[in-house]
């Protein structure tokens, strides 16, 4: 019996896994299609080389990947169970007294182990290949300068004439905290400095109430008080944006010890810490959506096909991703906890399918 049960299982993680690869190969391949024919005027026109477009698109590869896992997970389970269904196995496996959650063990641990891998992915891979993507658009493709930039502690933003530190930046809300801004001259010498507590973008300008400023002339240091005056930042909110310190650019570690900086400094970290749950939180999904896949498998039986399968793996995770969006949109505005802003997807989907599965005649 045993010898059996071992057999069945290999039989259904193989036809699983199969069905799995060549979803998640689909899936990245019809998204990257799509993106080409969106981008190809942009890189057409802006005379990028094949070599810049190739590796544009091949580092967006593991957040395509991340995002698409899960509609590849729900697919493989509708499909595989579907075929077998279809051939009569299910059937056999039960009348051979093999219990539906035996037969279908084999997908479940799958989905955990892809669980984890996604986790692996987007904390190891997706971050630094996120950073190239942004880099390459910006100064390979679009073609908006040559300003460097760097992040650690703190932002730092090359201009024409200036550079910039910036604490943190709200750019959805046009505000600058904590700007030091340094002036320099052709030889680099530094010419002045300001130091503003807060920016808001406003009338097409970074305006301010109050900060200090101190100019450097003979090795003499004139300080001055500006109040209610305007920042000599040229750029406006978008062209700053690849300077913002990303959620997807950062691996979990990064993005705690971030968020705990920012509160030190007593900043609103509340957007960051719903993308640090959700750095946890979505993963999970995988889970759930062979869970829920399961029971819709089952009970459509040798009448599914793989139409249908592609129907209601296309339904069911749009649907998701509306509900999450929803939630961390109100995580966003503060209106829910972090936490439950993160995971209130993943629990209304994941009681749905346990309650689903139970209902599954054994």
Known sequence: MYHGMKIISRHILKEFVFIFFLC???????????DLFEKIGSLMEN?????????????????????????AVILA????????????????????????????????????????ISFIINEYIAPPAKKQVNIIKKYRIDKKGEMGLFKQNRIWYRGKNNLYSIRYLDLQNGIMHGITVYEVDNNFNLVSRADVEEARWAEGKWQVRTGIKREFK????NTS???????????????????E??????????????IAKLTEDGYDATRYMVDLHGKIAFPFVNIIMAIIGIPFALRSGRHSGIAMGIGLSVI???????????TVSLGYSGIFPPIISAWSANFMFGIAGVLMFMNVRQ
């Not at 008080?225 to 300077?243: A, M, R």
């Open 225 to 243: 008080v500006l109040k209610n005056g305007i920042l000599p930042i040229n750029e406006t909110p978008d062209e700053l944006q690849i300077t």
């Open 77 to 116: 389970t509708l499909l595989s169970l579907g075929i077998f269904s279809k051939n009569v196995e299910i059937t056999a496996m039960k009348a051979g007294g093999i219990s539906i959650i035996r037969i279908v063990a084999p997908i479940i641990i799958s989905a955990v182990i892809i669980s984890f």
């Open 245 to 258: 310190k990303l959620s997807d650019e950062m691996t979990f570690s990064e993005l705690r010890d971030y």
């Open 218 to 221: 003979n090795g003499v240091i």
């Open 47 to 71: 005379h990028a080389t094949m070599s810049e477009g190739l590796k544009f698109f091949l580092y967006k590869i593991p957040s395509i990947m991340y995002q698409t896992v899960p509609v």
């Open 316 to 326: 069911i995770g749009f649907s998701y991703w509306i509900v999450h969006a929803i």
């Open 24 to 34: 998640i190969t689909a899936l990245i391949s019809l998204y990257l299609i799509i």
